[in-house]
């Protein structure tokens, strides 16, 4: 389809609207799944769960540097589900959804989705130096470890900075959580470019922006609850969040004539 432009090969996706139930019901699917598929969906969220050890032993001193890095890691997060979504279309299509369904997955042929993961990565550094460089240009005193962001950032009177950390945070995920949401599952299956799966999965969004926003929450919610764990929730929170991203994408891109990857 080298003639069609981008938004051609978006609008050849026909998106569903979806209700404020809805985002409960992809959680109870992801739940079946990772169920009956235990395998694959802990083994990833126990690679991502060590991933953030590492992360979190190598920064625990500089905290302002953790913060942004943990950020940015919520950033790349969507593309370290790309497995598992392998798994969940293959237990729909009644195919053997093993841990090899997932490790295929990210031996592309044509590389879309490594572009669009360094894509996610160099956001994810983007919003980790903005963090690092506004917190030790603007907090009045060194901040070390989580104590000290307490109370030199959070705490801190007559201070608006952590609101200002907070906005900018918000500003680079927005728009990062409405590119990928459909963009990846639609990689994996479809062939389309890449800008025309961020195109479809803006226009999921803002043809649902309530339940989307929603959607978002629950991400963050689930996610920031098995980071409070010391890490160990991710080892569920992470498969499970994968699966209800799958059915969330089967929802929203009801239908389409693009050419399925092989």
Known sequence: MPSESALQQSQRCQLGSITYAMPFDWLARGWWDMLHRPRPALLHGLAVALFGAVLLWVAHRQFWWLAGAFSGFLLIGPIAATGLYAVSRAIERG???????????WR???????????????????????????????APQPVHDPIDFLRVVVLSEGSYLFEIWLMLGGVLVAPVYASSVVAIPLL???????????????????????????????????????????????????????????????????????????
């Open 95 to 105: 195919e053997p959804a093993t841990l090899s369904t997932a490790l295929a997955a």
């Open 188 to 262: 994996l299956e479809r062939r389309i470019g890449v800008l025309a799966a961020v195109l479809t999965s803006w226009r999921a969004v803002l043809l649902n922006p309530g339940p989307m926003a929603l959607w978002g929450a629950l991400l963050l919610a689930i996610t920031f609850v098995g980071m409070s764990t010391l890490l160990i929730g991710l080892v569920i929170a992470v498969p499970w969040l994968s699966y209800a991203s799958w059915h969330a994408y089967r929802d929203l891109v009801v239908s389409t004539d693009l050419p399925e990857t092989r």
């Open 108 to 138: 592309p042929r044509d590389y879309r989705l490594v572009l669009f993961g360094v894509l996610l990565a160099a956001a994810g550094t983007c919003w980790v130096l903005t963090s690092a460089s506004l917190i030790t240009a603007f």
